[in-house]
């Protein structure tokens, strides 16, 4: 079962280093959100808030109860996070990366779920006993949101999925995204590739110097002038 996320008044930063200045947003149970906006914008910062992985202040529900400030809790209430960067374990074979990511479920559950995993990325099959840091760029990306998928999330963040990925490759990820959403699996989706993100999600964010700086529904932001000139690189004015 999926859940929502609300967010109010979110602080985050590193040391005296504030981030995060009150964002506010609201992810809807399964459905898909993105959140875009320039390089220091404070998006990873957002999901590591959000994860647990750096202190955090302000008001985050998650299904209704406050969200638990340790990232062990957060995880276990089900809430799965892909991070920039991947952060796999490459001297561990494929399998063994995957079965982490579902290390508190029982065999036949940990079975079951790792058969969907391949199903969705069935070079993670073929590769099962290939260490995790001989694979390809894609293929790494493809293990690290198959490892997040293991532990069975009813919320899923991913942080730029396409970061240094060939166009085809960020099509066949960004279609599982997509897939998954239409499952019923609440999807958070930060991403620099503005004009993808706007055209997968049903909300979205413009964060902006740890501000929210525009929100809405997706297809009206790709549509806006304002974002087309600034995130796109795309003149204001009749477009085909």
């Known amino acids: 079962m999926s859940a929502d996320l609300s967010v109010r008044g979110l602080t985050a930063g590193y040391g005296a280093i504030r981030v995060l200045h009150g964002v506010d947003l609201d992810v809807p149970a399964g459905r898909l959100t993105a959140v875009v906006g320039p390089n220091g914008a404070g998006k990873t910062t957002l999901l590591r808030a959000l994860s647990g992985l750096v202190t955090r202040g302000g008001e985050v529900r998650f299904d209704g109860a406050p969200l638990p400030a340790t990232a062990a809790a957060i995880v276990a209430r089900g809430l799965g996070h892909v991070p920039e960067g991947r952060e796999l374990f490459p ?8 079965e982490l990511g579902a290390w508190r479920a029982p065999g036949g559950e940990r079975a079951a779920r790792l058969e969907r995993v391949i199903a969705l990325f069935p070079p993670l099959g073929e590769r099962h006993r290939q260490l995790a840091g001989s694979l390809s760029g894609g293929e790494q990306q493809m293990l690290a949101i198959g490892r997040a998928l293991m532990g069975n999330p009813r919320l899923l963040m991913l942080d730029e999925p396409s970061l240094g990925l060939a ?9 599982v995204v997509h897939r998954l959403a239409g499952e019923g699996v609440t999807v958070l989706l930060v991403e620099q590739n503005v004009a993808k993100a706007l055209a997968l999600a049903e909300h979205a964010y413009v964060l902006e110097r740890g501000r929210v700086a525009l929100h809405g529904p997706a ?7 304002d974002v087309r000139a600034t995130y796109l690189g795309v003149a204001a004015g009749p477009r085909p």
């Open 167 to 175: 166009p085809r490759l960020i099509d066949l990820l960004l279609g």
């Open 219 to 225: 297809r009206s932001l790709l549509d806006s002038d």
């Open 91 to 98: 001297r561990m074979t494929v399998r063994e990366n995957l």
